[in-house]
Nanobody, 128 residues
Framework: QLQLVESGGGLVQPGGSLTLSCAAS????????IGWFRRAPGKEREAVSC????????YYSDSVKGRFTISRDSAKNTVHLQMNSLKSEDTAVYHC?????????????????????WGQGIQVTVSS
């Protein structure tokens, strides 16, 4: 079965850290760019980060730049999103998307409906 599965979410206090993982089964992630998105209650879905399969370039939204780091672990067929200095406004359901289009990461914030594979989403709650 071809699928993406997110893990690593949960409850964390403000200022804390979490690492989300996006693991693929049935296919190799190295051939895909991976985008992370989130949706907070009552808000539009927001593009968070992307890592390109072409050259490893990484992209971040202004709201997470300097706090989040996206990385690829080819040996584990997984992409990680390290989230530091978490804020209450980071509370959302996060999900990952795998897309093989060469132009994906450079435009991922405007390509929210594009994706070959989608994870089911995982909750991140930042609260004291």
């Amino acid at each position: 079965q071809l699928q993406l599965v997110e893990s690593g979410g949960g409850l964390v206090q403000p200022g804390g850290s979490l690492t989300l993982s996006c693991a693929a089964s049935g296919f190799t992630l190295d051939g895909y760019s991976i985008g992370w998105f989130r949706r907070a209650p009552g808000k539009e879905r927001e593009a968070v980060s992307c890592i390109s399969h072409l050259d490893g370039s990484t992209y971040y939204s202004d709201s997470v730049k300097g706090r989040f780091t996206i990385s690829r672990d080819s040996a584990k067929n997984t992409v990680h999103l390290q989230m530091n200095s978490l804020k209450s406004e980071d509370t959302a359901v996060y999900h990952c998307v795998a897309e093989d289009a060469y132009y994906y990461c450079g435009n991922y914030a405007h390509l929210s409906t594009l994706g070959d594979y989608w994870g089911q989403g995982i909750q991140v709650t930042v609260s004291s």
